[in-house]
């Protein structure tokens, strides 16, 4: 039987037989920070390691998908605006209804769209097609809120007065004034207006009124208070 060399088998003892490589990633890692905690939070880590990966895998997900929302978002909503400022730019009133509806077929949940649907009012209202306007300045005002939708509002004020409607405008005005938007002292002139059309004289003095308290500085001043003084003075013959 051959007999090993000396230097070979001392060399052979001398490397350790299992010795085991560093491990990497995540199992480098994991161990690393087990290995820094007490050993009741080492053993509940151990074993629900799976599930709590499973867990940080799932938020990191919904953060990126969150974040890929957000930049598509962003970018329907530039679009949008796009579209809507070309529509605006359209001088045939026609072409412009046309391309005011298509903006908000394409973009109805966007920002844009939404205003589109009161600019398409608008542009309705001045082409004389009041019924469709009123339904649209209705539907505004419904997508909007703040000073767009009294906004809305006005305008529909404004189209029932121009069917003679004069109860639905002047629901519609005193609505406007009371949101306190910055359409106050316009929406009082105007129901002012409308309550003297319809012989409701006290309430036509009361928005004049209202209206001289707004607008203290206005060049109007002189035309309302004209106004109020006529009608108390027919008030005071009923």
């Known amino acids: 039987m051959a007999r090993k060399d000396k230097k070979t088998d001392m060399t052979e003892k001398t490397i350790p037989q299992d010795t085991e490589a560093p491990k990497e990633g995540w199992e480098g890692l994991r161990d690393e920070l087990l290995g820094s905690l007490p050993p009741w939070a080492r053993d509940f880590l151990e074993k629900h390691a799976r599930e709590i990966v499973s ?8 953060v990126a998908l969150w974040s890929g929302y957000s930049a598509y ?3 329907q909503q530039a679009s949008a605006a796009a579209a809507l400022g070309q529509a605006m730019r359209l001088q045939d009133g026609q072409k412009k209804i046309k391309a005011l509806e298509q903006v908000i077929k394409e973009n109805s949940n966007s920002h844009a769209g939404r205003q589109a649907q009161l600019l398409l009012a608008s542009a309705l209202r001045k082409s004389g097609s009041l019924d469709k306007a009123k339904a649209a300045f209705k539907t505004a005002a419904s997508k909007l809120d703040g000073p767009l939708r009294t906004s809305a509002t006005m305008g529909m004020g404004y189209v029932s007065e121009e069917l003679k409607n004069l109860e639905e405008a002047s629901a519609a005005f005193k609505d406007a004034a009371q949101k306190k938007d910055g359409f106050e002292a316009v929406a009082y002139l105007d129901l002012g207006r409308v309550e003297s059309a319809r012989n409701n004289i006290q309430a036509a003095i009361d928005a004049y009124n209202q209206y001289l308290t707004l607008k203290g500085d206005s060049q109007l001043l002189d035309y309302v208070r004209y106004k109020v003084e006529n009608l108390s003075e027919g008030l005071k013959k009923q």
């Open 55 to 62: 867990v940080v895998l799932i938020t990191v997900l919904g």
């Open 73 to 75: 978002s962003r970018k």
